[in-house]
């Protein structure tokens, strides 16, 4: 056996994201709902343009994805809580030269109170089914934006997820990391010490890494820098430079790591926010950047454009995905070429 997570800059055969069809993702007013599908919808299409794409759609909100999807993306009806797919899809990794999918378990980012996921536990293997895709079942309570790999076998996580008592009460950083090794290939797993600020608060998902750093194809790190000492995510960065400048890939290599710099926006009407431009999506031969009418926007797409050479970098507004509590790399996931 010989299993290997895939970095996202690799061939895709398709990308998957779900569509939001409920609850607080559509929001609390028709309007409100209007601008999520109008945002998810920019991504999908964005993508579909570039390569194909599998929509989950709750079948009662078919009519609504219909009218706002490009006509080539392909529907799987699949009822959902929510649509974070990177989160409650699979992990797709090539095993022996063939696709699997790793169907983490999903509560709901750690039994949180306000989280309903007794469908979106479901999503993963109901995805692969359609794809005809095996399934590797695991323990973990996990999801996808909770890690990052360089598709070498390093990986970035952070220790207020994988250790979460609401996720996995006990596990020790030796269990989680065998674990990965099992099901992603792991070689070398590079903890941080927690994620950002206001997604470490009630409605985030306790620290997911997808914000705060990321590999890129030419070797380097991305990390999330926030600049301005009067938010609470400078002494994040502060620490999770620390970390990543002495740490080592899974071949004994130190890290190339360079600043991401934050949005200049620092709150918004809810807190601080947690805009994060490392939360962008490679596809082939672009990468959906996230955008924020910031005045950091323009420099932050050009370190993009620089991490991936050849690629058209794609800004779409992110702030709708953000005001419900993620980003464009967390309602998309890749499935890679094999």
Not at 303 to 320: C, F
Not at 321 to 338: E, K, L, N, S, Y
């Amino acid at each position: 056996m010989n299993r290997r997570m895939p970095a996202e800059w690799e061939p895709h055969a398709r990308s998957w994201m779900a569509w939001p069809s409920t609850g607080y993702t559509l929001g609390a007013t028709e309007e409100e709902a209007d601008e999520a599908r109008r945002t998810w919808a920019a991504v999908a299409n964005a993508i579909v343009a570039r390569e194909p794409l599998t929509m989950l759609v709750s079948p009662e909100a078919r009519g609504a994805a219909d009218a706002h999807l490009d006509p080539r993306i392909e529907i799987l009806e699949v009822p959902l809580d929510d649509a974070w797919f990177r989160d409650v899809g699979p992990t797709f990794v090539v095993e022996d030269g063939a696709l699997a999918g790793v169907d983490w378990v999903f509560n709901g980012w750690g039994a949180q109170d306000w989280a309903v996921w007794d469908k979106d536990a479901l999503a993963a293997r109901a995805a692969l089914a359609s794809a005809g895709v095996p399934r590797i079942s695991s323990p973990l309570v996990n999801e996808g934006g909770g890690l990052h790999t360089d598709g070498r076998g390093t990986f970035l996580v952070t220790e207020t997820v994988q250790l979460d008592p609401g996720r996995n009460p006990g596990w020790t950083r030796a269990q989680v990391e065998e674990e990965l090794a099992r099901t992603v290939g792991a070689r070398t797993v590079i903890w941080l010490p927690r994620g950002l600020t206001r997604d470490s608060e009630r409605f985030g998902t306790r620290g997911h890494v997808d914000i705060v750093a990321c590999f890129t194809p030419g070797g380097q790190v991305l990390v999330h820098d926030q600049r301005d000492p009067a938010h609470p995510d400078h002494a994040v960065s502060a620490e999770v430079r620390a970390v990543l400048d002495s740490a080592t890939d899974a071949d004994g290599r130190p890290l190339d790591v360079v600043a991401l710099q934050a949005p200049a926006t620092l709150r918004d009407d809810d807190g601080w926010v947690d805009w994060s431009y490392v939360n962008h999506y490679v596809l082939d031969g672009a990468v959906i950047a996230c955008a924020f009418d910031d005045p950091h926007d323009a420099e932050a797409l050009e370190v993009l454009e620089a991490a991936y050479p050849g690629r058209e970098i794609v800004p779409v507004d992110a702030r709708p995905i953000f005001d419900r509590g993620g980003g464009i790399h967390c309602i998309t996931q890749q499935q890679p070429a094999v």
